[in-house]
């Protein structure tokens, strides 16, 4: 049987780590950035846990990346194993295109955007729908959900997440089943496998270093505890010293982590959460390019720590650490698409991104949770703000109890609810000329924001089984979540049009014989 031929291209003006592939029977053509990791059989960026031989790629129940790999004759494309980045395919007349990019395949394929299409509805949708949920179906366990379909004007784009990509010879697309980590049977257990995985990350990451980004929350603080312990004396942390203004206030919170990194022996170094307005390169462009809501930008201000570094935060630690059932999980409606848009940020930036409390979050609804265990009632406070899990992790690491996680903060900007003046001056001008060009007025309306009363009444809903009554809530609260669909529409492709000019080395990648 004939073997996959790889032919690699490196491209000085492609993001570093972004990678466009164009796979015809035994045949493989990548452009790719110059820090994508190559090797015999295929490529790799970003880390990964278990063997480090990136062949083993596939076999890994923990990604934070992406790559395509060759095994026993076939041809893999491998996702993150979390729903907050994806892999991209679509098919042309003679082959299929594929990338850790959408703005990379979009430029590679000639695909464009419809100016007609409710994007915001079918990414906020995506971000809802692709959950770490093992169901039974025809006799196995399956992903409840891990694709969704992006319009073009052509042919659509499918972004495909956790299971890995079977591409077979004659370019058939089928999922491949990842092995999954087994339930934790105990904390001891979940700690012990959460360090080791962690350290695994590290040294699979190499030479990118790990950094920390800290706040004084519960989940950030958690799992710098686990780093610190994982990788000793080899990590630093990042962090803002204030969060948005509590709701009700005006006053911004003290959100430093520097105290605990203190205890953990990590340098902290603070940054200011707006210091990306003072930019002029429409960094913006990147956190809506991959269809989000742009609540990342604040990411931006970090930059300066992250060049060859792996950003290791707290991403997603709320149902992980917090919900006590997978019935509780799978009912959620997530109100935020907070960490699904860092993509093209990263990839250009050359940093790898680590969300580690989504480690091992792949299970069956019927999986054991820690919250169930009486071994962690003494770790039980009480309240909305109530999380034992990372709190065990902070103490058990020597950080004191009441000198964290007194108060829920957020970093993150909300472009949909607070409108342009959340990005620069020179994006602002930017989206302006852009939308100029378009038929027809485009501009954002202040949306009054979700009030603490309709938050009760919704959480009251859910409880009661009421929904219902308060459908008309919760749809103007998922609402909220994005931009509404022309003006969201019209950010999306003027972000396309920013990040695409990086692409322009792929442009002809199909053609290419």
């Known amino acids: 049987m004939a073997e996959w031929q790889f032919d690699m291209r490196r491209q000085p003006t492609v993001p570093p780590l972004a990678w466009v592939a164009a796979v ?109 949920i093992d169901e039974p179906r025809d006799g196995r366990l399956r992903l409840r959900h891990q694709r969704f379909e992006i319009p073009t004007t052509t042919v659509p784009i499918t972004g495909w997440f956790v299971e890995n990509l079977l591409i077979t010879p004659d370019l058939t697309v089928e999922a491949s089943r990842r092995p999954r980590e087994a339930p934790f049977a105990s904390f001891a257990d979940y700690k012990a496998r959460i360090t080791a995985a962690t350290a695994s990350l590290i040294a699979n990451g190499a030479p990118y270093k790990p950094v920390v980004a800290l706040s004084a929350g519960y989940d950030s603080t958690a799992v710098a505890a686990v780093v610190a312990a994982a990788a000793p004396g080899q990590v630093s942390a990042v962090g803002f010293a204030t969060a948005r203004p509590p709701r009700g206030s005006t006053q911004e919170g003290d959100d430093s982590g520097a105290a605990a990194a203190a205890v953990l022996g990590m340098p902290f170094t603070t940054y200011e959460r707006g210091a990306y307005k003072s930019r002029d390169d429409l960094a913006e462009a990147e956190l809506l390019a991959s269809g989000m809501a742009g609540e990342d930008t604040v990411l931006l201000s970090l930059e300066p720590a992250l060049e060859r570094a792996m950003l290791i935060n707290g991403y997603w630690g709320g149902p992980e650490f917090a919900f006590s059932t997978r019935d509780a999980y799978q009912k959620v409606a997530p109100i935020t698409t907070s960490g699904a848009g860092i993509t093209e940020y990263r990839l250009r930036a050359d940093f790898a991104w680590v969300p580690l409390p989504l480690f091992g979050a792949i299970r069956t609804l019927d999986a054991p949770n820690l919250l169930d265990r009486s071994e962690m009632d003494p770790f039980r406070v009480g309240g909305h703000y109530d999380r034992p899990i990372p709190r065990r992790l902070i103490e058990e690491a020597g950080i004191k109890r009441g000198t964290f996680a007194q108060a829920k903060r957020a970093a993150t900007a909300l472009p949909p609810r607070d409108g342009f003046t959340v990005f620069s001056p020179a994006t602002r001008q930017s989206i302006e000329r852009f939308v100029a060009g378009q038929q027809g007025k485009v501009a954002w309306r202040r949306r009054r924001p979700f009030s603490p009363v309709e938050r009760a009444i919704v959480r009251t809903g859910r409880r009661l089984r009421l929904q219902r009554l308060t459908g008309a809530l919760e749809r103007r609260q998922t609402a909220l979540t994005h931009f509404e669909p022309r003006l969201g529409n019209v950010l999306l492709r003027w972000a396309v049009s920013v990040v695409s000019q990086r692409y322009a080395a792929v442009r002809t990648l199909l053609d290419d014989r």
């Open 24 to 132: 015809r029977p035994r045949r493989v053509t990548v452009d790719c950035g110059e820090s994508v990791r190559t090797f015999d059989g295929g490529l790799v960026e970003g880390t990964w846990v278990g063997s480090a031989d990136p062949a083993q790629l596939p076999e890994s129940t923990t990604v934070f990346g992406s790559g395509m790999v060759v095994r026993d004759g076939n041809l893999f494309a491998v996702p993150p194993t979390h729903h907050l980045e994806c892999i991209y395919y679509a098919r042309t007349s003679e082959a299929v295109a594929v990338s850790n990019s959408l703005v990379g395949l979009l430029a590679a394929t000639g695909l464009e955007l419809d100016p007609a299409v409710n994007y915001p509805g079918r990414f906020l949708e995506s971000v809802r729908s692709v959950w770490m």
